[in-house]
């Protein structure tokens, strides 16, 4: 698959409880994304957030949180991005999403794969 060297970075910040059709949002995310076939995805869970709620989620022992943040990187050439928004949209009843332009160095498989 090629990569173009101007793509776009699609973030989603949601929280870990979040579900979609019972199964963790941030894996419908991901699998949604694969299914339409978009250049990659990449989870991430932070150990210390808050959104629009300004409700603190930590991952602290004293204040041991069920809800961490998790953040959704998709990237891809901005005609697959934006068409993949509306799914996106459906699938999302909260949260943060953001949309960078970026510059793509390298996008190919290693060695080992």
Same mark, same amino acid.
């Given at each position: 698959m090629h990569l173009p060297p101007e793509s776009? *970075? *699609?973030? =989603?910040? =949601?929280g870990e409880s979040d579900r979609h059709d019972g199964? #963790?949002?941030y894996e419908a995310l991901v699998l949604h994304a694969r299914a339409?076939? *978009?250049a990659g995805a990449t @989870?991430?869970?932070?150990?210390?957030?808050?959104?629009a709620t300004s409700r603190l989620h930590t991952a602290k022992i004293l204040r041991l949180s069920?809800?961490? #943040?998790? @953040?959704? /990187? =998709? @990237?891809d050439?901005? /005609?697959k991005i934006h068409a993949f928004l509306p799914t996106l949209e459906a699938m999302l009843d909260g949260g943060l999403v953001t949309l960078q332009?970026?510059?793509v160095i390298q996008y190919q498989h290693g060695r080992g794969a």
């Amino acid at each position: 698959m090629h990569l173009p060297p101007e793509s776009l *970075l *699609l973030r =989603i910040y =949601i929280g870990e409880s979040d579900r979609h059709d019972g199964k #963790p949002l941030y894996e419908a995310l991901v699998l949604h994304a694969r299914a339409h076939g *978009l250049a990659g995805a990449t @989870v991430l869970r932070a150990s210390l957030g808050y959104g629009a709620t300004s409700r603190l989620h930590t991952a602290k022992i004293l204040r041991l949180s069920d809800d961490l #943040p998790m @953040v959704v /990187e =998709i @990237v891809d050439a901005a /005609e697959k991005i934006h068409a993949f928004l509306p799914t996106l949209e459906a699938m999302l009843d909260g949260g943060l999403v953001t949309l960078q332009p970026l510059q793509v160095i390298q996008y190919q498989h290693g060695r080992g794969a």
